[in-house]
């Protein structure tokens, strides 16, 4: 009953770059250090053409062997300083990246840990898993094969280009006849392969999730007898994907094949130029061999910084993919009743009735398929910290009506908005749910989900407020292990543990759907105190399932098939005679009256179809 529809956001490059700033600024000072390193490596192998074209000069000059010695000696020198400080500073480089993104990942992690249950299940789960892996091992992998080769490869290409023009300006415009080509070719590639890597990464997460719907389906699939479609539907999304990556390969070699093109037209256009220097006397042959040596130096650098545009594309789509979900952690909004968002973000106890939103629905209207309306232009308006109950029959539309209001999906037409005294930051929502999962760990461990900071003073008064009392008597208490192998609980009481973890989290915003549904005739007074301890002086939004919670909230909405059919105070609606004085009598069998004397025998709803 979830009214979210798509995958896991996706941020945009401005985003993500951004992010990529601020995390890697937090460490400029060592980030300097290893690009001054990888620089001053590079900066001294620079000195290797020139050293070659002066042994050639000495040759060439009939000069003596010792000079030559001494050439190689410096030679071997540059090679090992080089080496040196590219090694140092390509670790260093690889170390501190490494090391953000290892808080990038736990942040992942962490946020898509705590994401609601809804969202999660409105995304693909194949689209989680694949964030929280292959994406991260894409980005993992290009900062430690592929940035320090691009650095120094940019390095590279920057220096020798300046070698050669301080040889002669000419022969450095030469070199630059292949620029066109690989400009050509670079940006052709890269406007495709955005596209193909794109499609590849999502054709790949829609054959994970077609593996994953058939394991976890494996059961019906087997009883309804539809393996082979299954299959068929499996193999249809493999062959997408196999096909578009066959695209990629195509791309990538035509991509290769007009970069070497390049290089052999700027070779010939250096040692052409070269050859007319030295004809001239404007170069001795040393330095034409030096600018030939420089140019040809460029071959690797440049075929490392293209050839890795495809990894850093990966890694770039990958990047986004990830920030996509920790910036969902970062909005800190909607949180399950039984899962809280990302810690550290997001949460806010607040005593600050300011930040309490007023709710205005305007003219909105969904539909799960496309074609029948769960809700058709519903409009309503939840002044801040007052309480609205939705009442109607089942599939009226109430929970799709509260779960668009706990922010979960976004309705087709109209629109939601929120408003508080103290625009300051986006006011919290917890949503209360009748599916409470406990989590293996002790009822301290369960409770701390809403509140991780909570004292074990704070976590026995929300127990008590909430009605669990009991969780606290002999032979219980905080320590009490639940979930599999520790004390089972029934589901009343389970949902007390979600109360109480509503009043830890402190929302301004508080969604109930059928979180009394499971009570027994015994919890229902308790629960009824809780849930009244939960809503005060909050902004909430209540699915009724019993008109006593109608009543005690401050306005009631009346739902017939996704519209609004009555909407009031609990004494007007009385008053006006409509649907829901008509329920509140055979609910109570009184006849009008806002005392009701008996506690109602049975739920009022019956099943609604729409059209
Ligand atoms: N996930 C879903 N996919 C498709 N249709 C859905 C989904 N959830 C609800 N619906 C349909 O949307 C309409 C409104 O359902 P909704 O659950 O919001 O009603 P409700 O008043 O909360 O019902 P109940 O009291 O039984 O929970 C119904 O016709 C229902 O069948």
């Known amino acids: 009953m979830t009214p979210a529809h798509g995958t896991l956001p996706i941020a945009d490059a401005r985003r993500t770059r951004q992010e990529l700033v601020r995390r890697l600024g937090a460490h400029r000072g060592r980030l300097a250090v290893s690009l001054l390193t990888l620089l001053a490596g590079t900066a001294v192998t620079l000195a290797t053409p020139p050293v070659l074209g002066g042994i050639v000069d000495v040759v060439a000059d009939g000069g003596g062997k010792d000079r030559v010695l001494v050439l190689g000696v410096v030679l071997v020198l540059v090679a090992v300083a080089g080496a040196a400080l590219a090694h140092a500073g390509g670790r260093m480089l690889v170390v501190l990246v490494q090391g953000v993104l290892a808080s990038l990942r736990e942040d992942v992690f962490e946020t898509a840990v705590h994401l609601p249950a809804h969202t999660l299940e409105s995304s693909d789960s194949s689209d989680v898993v694949s964030r929280v892996t292959r994406d991260v091992e894409a980005v993992s992998d290009a900062a430690s094969d592929v940035l320090p080769d691009v650095t120094d490869a940019s390095f590279t290409i920057g220096l020798s280009l300046v070698g050669l023009a301080v040889l002669d300006f000419r022969l450095a415009l030469a070199g630059l006849v292949c620029l066109p080509v690989h400009v050509l070719a670079t940006r052709r590639f890269l406007a495709r392969s955005h596209l193909v890597y794109g499609d590849v990464r999502r054709l790949e997460s829609a054959r994970g999730q077609s593996v994953i719907e058939a394991v976890h389906g494996a059961e019906t699939i087997r009883a309804y007898r539809t393996q082979d479609r299954h299959l068929g539907e499996l193999a249809a999304h493999s062959e997408l994907a196999v096909a578009r990556q066959r695209d990629g390969v195509r791309l990538r070699n035509r991509f290769t094949g007009l970069l070497n093109a390049a290089e052999f037209l700027g070779l010939a256009a250096v040692l052409v130029t070269g050859f007319a220097l030295l004809g001239s006397g404007a170069i001795s042959v040393g330095a034409a061999t030096a600018a030939a040596l420089y140019f040809h130096r460029l071959f690797g650098p440049v075929g490392a910084l293209l050839g890795s545009l495809d990894d850093i594309q990966r890694a770039t789509a990958g990047l986004s993919r990830l920030v996509g979900v920790t910036d969902l952690g970062r909005e800190g909004g909607t949180r399950d009743g039984d899962d809280r968002a990302g810690a550290g973000h997001g949460r806010t106890v607040t005593a600050d009735t300011r930040h309490r939103p007023a709710i205005d629905v305007k003219g909105v209207s969904f539909s799960y398929d496309g074609t029948r309306h769960a809700l058709r232009d519903v409009s309503l308006h939840i002044p801040a910290g007052t309480s609205l109950a939705l009442v109607g029959a089942s599939g009226s539309g109430k929970s799709t009506l509260a779960h668009l209001i706990a ?205």
């Open 407 to 611: 922010g979960l999906g976004e309705p087709d037409r109209g629109e939601i908005t929120t408003k508080c005294a103290k625009p300051s930051r986006a006011p919290s929502r917890y949503l209360v749910t009748q599916e409470v999962h406990l989590f293996g760990g002790t009822l301290a461990d369960n409770l701390r989900i809403a509140r991780p900071t909570a004292t074990d003073d704070e976590l026995r008064r929300a127990l008590r407020e909430a009605g669990a009392g009991w969780a606290l008597g002999p032979g219980s208490g905080l320590d009490t292990v639940l979930g599999a192998g520790g004390t089972a609980l029934d589901d009343g009481s389970v949902q007390h543990l979600a109360l109480a973890r509503a009043l830890l989290a402190d929302p301004d915003l508080v969604v109930l759907d059928e979180a009394t549904a499971q009570s027994g005739p015994q919890t229902r007074t308790l629960l009824r105190t809780a849930l009244e301890r939960v809503t005060r002086g909050r902004t909430s939004v209540i699915v009724a399932h019993r008109l006593e919670q109608a009543r005690d909230a401050d306005r009631i909405l009346i739902l017939r098939r996704g519209e609004v059919a009555e909407q009031g105070t609990h004494d007007e609606l009385l008053a006006s005679a409509g649907e829901y004085a008509a329920l509140w009598q055979a609910y109570t069998g009184t006849g009008p009256s806002s005392h009701p004397h008996t506690d109602p025998p049975t739920d009022p709803h019956t099943k609604e179809q729409h059209p």
